[in-house]
């Protein structure tokens, strides 16, 4: 299994709301990422998890919070998010980290009202 | 800003022709890697290569890395309407860190 799967594929809420998004791997892969894409723009890096541990912080809000429950699973906690907060959010996977290349999810299209 | 640039910024060709696209970054790499993104979807990794080569192929992708001058290209040759996609470098700024650069958005016309 090469891929990393995520949920749901779009995503829209309010902003007193609180939703997750979901991805998981089953590649054996050690570090998990969250990315935040807006339109014509490249990914930007949200945070990093290696060995279930969280490893970056790119000084991200904390209506933001992220979660590895396990090595397979990575998940994002959204609450009182903004309008400008709707974006493309992507999730990935690399073997360990260290400088390899990243296997990319589908991504979750979230829109914020 | 971290970010490396592309250029250009939009690509348009016909069908058979190749398609050059170029990268340059900003500080010292390990390695320089492209992705492929179709429409709103995910990133789907093409090709990666290290600071001490000069030159990779895959299939009809061919990437050439100058450290000196901190710039990449990736020629595409006999491009097909699939190939329609945006296409971003990406350097390895930590062990964890990607950075992507500003991409550019390829068009081939059947």
């Known amino acids: 299994d090469t891929e990393v799967t995520q949920t749901p594929k779009h995503l829209v809420m309010g902003m007193t709301n609180k939703k997750s998004l979901k991805c998981e791997q089953h590649?054996?892969?050690?570090?998990m990422y969250w990315y935040k894409q807006k339109a014509k723009k490249p990914p930007e890096l949200m945070f990093v998890?290696?060995?279930?541990?969280?490893?970056i912080n790119e000084s991200v809000p904390s209506r933001f919070s992220p979660e590895c429950p396990n090595s397979s699973l990575l998940n994002l906690h959204l609450h009182a998010l903004q309008p400008e907060d709707s974006a493309l959010y992507l999730c990935?996977?690399?073997?360990?980290?260290?400088?390899?290349?990243?296997?990319f999810g589908p991504g979750t299209r979230l829109t914020v009202l | 800003s971290q970010q490396g640039e592309e250029d250009p910024q939009a690509l348009s060709i016909q069908e058979g022709e190749n398609a050059t696209m170029n990268c340059s970054y900003k500080?010292?790499?390990?390695?320089l890697q492209w992705y492929r993104q179709n429409s709103g979807r995910g990133l789907v990794h093409l090709i990666l290569?290290?600071?001490?080569?000069r030159e990779k192929h895959s299939g009809r992708l061919r990437v050439t890395l100058d450290t000196s001058k901190k710039s990449s290209s990736l020629l595409i040759t006999a491009s097909r309407a699939a190939d329609t996609a945006s296409y971003f470098c990406?350097?390895?700024?930590?062990?964890?860190?990607?950075?992507f650069g500003s991409g550019t958005r390829l068009l081939v016309r059947p």
């Open positions: 590649m054996g892969h050690r570090a």
């Open positions: 290569i290290r600071s001490n080569e």
């Open positions: 998890y290696s060995y279930e541990k969280l490893s």
């Open positions: 990935a996977s690399s073997q360990s980290g260290n400088r390899d290349e990243q296997f």
């Open positions: 990406a350097t390895d700024y930590s062990s964890y860190k990607l950075i």
């Open positions: 500080t010292s790499i390990n390695n």
